[in-house]
Structures are given as C-alpha cells and as structure tokens.
C-alpha cells in the first residue's frame, strides 16, 4: 500500500513539474515570438516602404483582404492540425493548453510577417520573376492538395518538447506552400492587404486551436476529417488557378 501511494505521489509530483514547465517554457517562447514580431515589423516595414512607397501602405482593398485571408487559412488548413494538436495538448488543462495555443499563432504570425514583407526581396535576390514563381507555387500548392486529400501527414517527426513550434507552427501551418503563396500575394498586392488578410488567416489559427475539443466534439473525427478534405478541395483550385495564370502571362493558355 505505501508504495502504491509513494508511486502515485511520485506521478502527481511528475505531472505538476511538467505542467509547470510547459507554462514556464511557452511563456519564455511566446515572449521571444512577441518582441521579433515587433522588431520584424519596424525593420522590414520601414525596409518595405522604401521600396515600394507610401502606397504599399495606404491601398486597402477590402475585396483583396478576404480573398487573401481565404487562400491564406485554406493554405494553413488549421483543421487538419486538430488530431496532432490535441495528442500533445488533449491531457493539458486549459490555461495550458492556451499557452500552447497562443505561442503557435504569435510563431505562425511572426512567419507570415516575415514572409510577406521580405518576398520581392527574396524574388531578387533569387532572379526569379513572379510568373515563374506563380507557376512553381501553384505546382506545390496542387501537391499539398492531393497529399491532404490522400491523408497523407506533411510532419515525420515531432519533438514533444516544442510542439507550439514544431510540427504546429511549421511545417503544419506554416509550411512551403504558405511561404511559396505569401512571397506570390505580396508581390502581386499592396503590402498592407497581405497582411491584413495574413493577420484574419492568423486569427482563424488561433479561434480552431482555441477551441479545438469544442470542435471535434461537435463535429466528430470524420467531420473534422471532411472538412480538411473541403479545404483541400479548395486549395487544388487556387493552385490550378495559380498555375492558369502564369500560363496565361506567358501566352500558353487562353482565358
């Protein structure tokens, strides 16, 4: 009897220190995710706006933001994230799980700024026009579409001790297709769209992480399943849609 006790006071006193230490350690990391949020912000904006002027940040276009927070979170597809989410999340209690779930959207945040503010940039540096960018992307993007289709898991390996930044953060969320699409939106509309429609795509991250098990136990597994399935309906016509355009720029297709 008292080494049963000693054995379930052993594991109480194990789950308490590992509680905490989840706490301790997201705290530290959504903290860091926050301050280069903000220094990325001021560097690269203050950068953007060299180079493309004031109207890069004073174009807003409602119709542009919703198309580019549509692609953005069927890209992100932050319902195929739930399973993973809730195996590393599912015993946490909720402040927990809330750390977690904070700390992977300031990561997927930080990402899109990223992303969005440094694509010209990268597209010059690499000599690569945006209609063979357009063209590669939509490829990859088709890729995604089927591999989600298909069920098949974009993350091989998962690190327990960081999952608010991998596999959640990236490569599930924020993964070769959203890069690939951000560097295309950013080039193609005003900076400001990007990332306002970034930061809604970004909010939709967050409320589905939030209230993940309100999800799965209103939707069920298969109807979290069938809606990743849509999701990735969807993101097989923004990239057929990517892939028509640059064959339309290049004089291949016909409208």
């Known amino acids: 009897m008292e080494s049963e006790k000693e054995r379930e006071g052993l594991v109480s006193s194990i789950e308490k220190q590992l509680s905490e230490w989840v706490i301790r350690r997201h705290g530290k990391v959504f903290r860091l995710a926050l301050l280069l949020i903000i220094i990325l912000l001021v560097f690269l904006s203050s950068f953007r706006f060299t180079v493309g002027g004031l ?58 700024l990223t992303f969005t503010l440094f694509g010209p940039l990268i597209l010059k540096a ?73 930061l809604i795509a970004a909010l939709g991250v967050y409320l589905t992480l939030r209230f993940a098990p309100l999800l799965v136990s209103v939707m069920g597994n298969n109807g979290v399943q069938a809606a990743s399935r849509i999701m990735a309906v969807v993101l097989a016509a923004i990239a057929s849609q990517m892939i028509h355009s640059a064959l339309l720029e290049w004089g291949i297709a016909k409208t």
Request: hydrophobic share 50%.
């Open 55 to 112: 109207k890069e940040w004073v174009e807003v276009d409602p119709a542009a933001i919703l198309n580019i927070s549509i692609q953005l979170f069927t890209i992100m597809n932050p319902i195929s994230t739930i399973p993973t989410f809730l195996i590393y999340t599912g015993k946490l209690k909720d402040d927990e799980r809330l750390k977690i779930t904070s700390t992977t959207t300031m990561i997927v945040i930080a990402l899109l």
């Open 126 to 198: 690499l000599d690569v026009s945006v209609t063979n960018f357009r063209f590669g992307g939509g490829i990859l993007l088709l890729i995604l579409a089927i591999d989600m289709l298909s069920g098949m898991s974009r993350s091989k390996t998962v690190d327990v001790r960081q999952v608010a930044v991998v596999p959640l953060a990236t490569p599930l969320l924020v993964g070769p297709g959203t890069m690939t699409t951000l560097i295309v939106l950013s080039s193609s509309y005003a900076v400001i769209n990007v990332l306002m429609g970034g």
